[in-house]
Each structure stands twice: as C-alpha cells, then as structure tokens.
C-alpha cells in the first residue's frame, strides 16, 4: 500500500517506497532483477567497485535491464578502506548514474570500512570522507554504528540522512543495537535509514514502528530460498511498520482490561 501523502524526503528527492535494496550475492541475475520488481523499492544500491567504468561496454551487466526511470540510482562506496578512497568511490559513482540518464543524482552510500572481520564502519574516515564529499554537492548517506553522537556529528555536517547498523553486514542478527537506535531517531533531524542485519520482514517492521526512515537490506532477500517472494515479504514488512508508527501503539499497561466492560453489557441486556 502507498501512501503519496506520507513519502521519504532524502536530499530533497521524495520516494513512496522507504524499501531499499542492494543489489549484491544474489544466485542469478534474473533473482536480483525480479527482487527489485517485486519489492516496489525505489532506490537500489550497488557497489561501484563492482561495476565496470563503462556500461555501455558491458553488455552482461544486469543494471542495464532495470527501469531507471521508476528506480533511483544510490551508488555505495563498499570496499573503501580510507576515506579517501571512499570521496574516489563517489565520484565513480556520479559518473555511472550519468550513464544511465541520472545526471542529477549525486546520491553517494558512504561506507568507510577498514576491519575486515566484523566489516564495522570506521567513524574517523566516514567524518572526514562525509565532511568533503558534502561540501562539494553530495547526498550523502552515511553507513555507522549506532553511535548516537556520531550520527549527531554526521547530520551536522550537513548528511542527508544516517543509516545505523542493527548488526553486523549480512549476519542477519536482527536489531542488536536497538537502545542506540532509538536514541538515534529520537535526536535525528533527518530521516534514520536502518542498514544492515536486518533478516526478517519481522524485523523490518520493528525498526520502522521505531519511527525509522527507512529500511536498506540485500543478504535478507538474496540469500534467501525464494528471493522475490522474501521481497515481497519486506516491502509488507516496512509498509506496516510505517503504518503501525503513524497509527501510534497503545499504551501498555500492567493489568488486565476487558475489552467488553461489564457495565457495556449490562447495558445491552
């Protein structure tokens, strides 16, 4: 269900869609193109290190059957150890939306990772990489831990949005870091994209009744049995967690109510 009264503003671009998918370790290509289909996602990421410098050259690249005109471009800066290798990522990243017709789209999804265990995000090199990459004209998306005071920091400096971790990239641990994550979207003036972890529709839907932007994910969806059909299940997921936080919960309380009250019934005997 799509709500155009109720969309995602990112750097001054509105989406009714606050699904976004990544476009890595799917079995087929057919899988990936279907995926995106089904989930009526908007903005799909795709790493840039992954993609040739010329699509026009490069007959095979599934980029190339998908409809640029419905689906918005967010190049990822993935495999960037430095920031300085990240600010290059972006601006590869420009120059390949301009080959598909989006010569507008300065979108950029930060990614500064220099451990390569656990992949967590090297706040450091996100500063300092976000700090440049803002003031020369980028959208920029920053991937973090769920560190409050950095997101504050980012945001600052002018990020369009922040994109906390729930856990670890593609371990689907679910929502770890969820106290942060709250204090995160309770502080933030800009939309709260949850990235990365995420495993469930479940969980989808539990980040956006937090009041989340948004949600990013891709191993969820690609390494699952039935890619589009887990597409499909998370785009419901998000839709009503979106749904649920704009309704408002009930309040909990510490006893049992009715939901018939007796003077209710009496009244009706």
Excluded at 50 to 58: C, I, M, S
Excluded at 219 to 244: D, E, F
Aim: net charge neutral; hydrophobic share 45%.
């Amino acid at each position: 269900m799509k709500n155009e009264f109720d969309q995602l503003e990112i750097g001054g671009k509105f989406f009714n869609s606050r699904l976004m998918l990544g476009t890595g370790k799917y079995k087929t290509t057919n899988d990936a193109v279907k995926s995106i289909e089904t989930s009526e996602c908007e903005i799909v990421t795709v790493a840039i290190r992954r993609l040739p410098t010329n699509l026009k050259n490069d007959n095979t690249n599934f980029l190339k059957t998908l409809n640029w005109k419905k689906l918005w471009l967010l190049p990822n800066t993935a495999g960037s150890q430095t920031a300085e290798e990240a600010i290059r990522m972006a601006f590869l990243g420009h120059e390949l939306a301009c080959q598909i017709g989006q010569e507008d789209n300065f979108f950029v999804k930060l990614e500064v990772i220099s451990d390569p265990k656990y992949l967590l995000p090297d706040p450091i090199g996100t500063l300092k990489a976000a700090e440049f990459l803002v003031k020369k004209g980028f959208t920029v998306l920053p991937y973090i831990n769920a560190d409050p005071m950095l997101a504050l920091h980012l945001e600052d400096l002018g990020c369009a949005t922040v994109m906390p971790l729930g856990s670890p990239i593609g371990s689907g641990q679910g929502l770890n870091n969820l106290a942060n994550i709250k204090i995160i979207i309770e502080n933030a003036q800009v939309p709260v994209i949850v990235d990365a972890g995420i495993g469930t529709p479940s969980e989808a839907t539990a980040a956006m009744e937090l009041g989340a932007g948004g949600v990013l994910l891709n191993t969820a969806v690609a390494q699952s049995n039935n890619p589009a059909q887990m597409a499909a299940a998370m785009k419901l997921g998000v839709q009503a967690g979106r749904l649920a936080h704009l309704a408002g919960r009930m309040e909990k309380k510490h006893y049992a109510i009715a939901s018939s009250p007796l003077n209710q019934i009496s009244q009706l005997s």
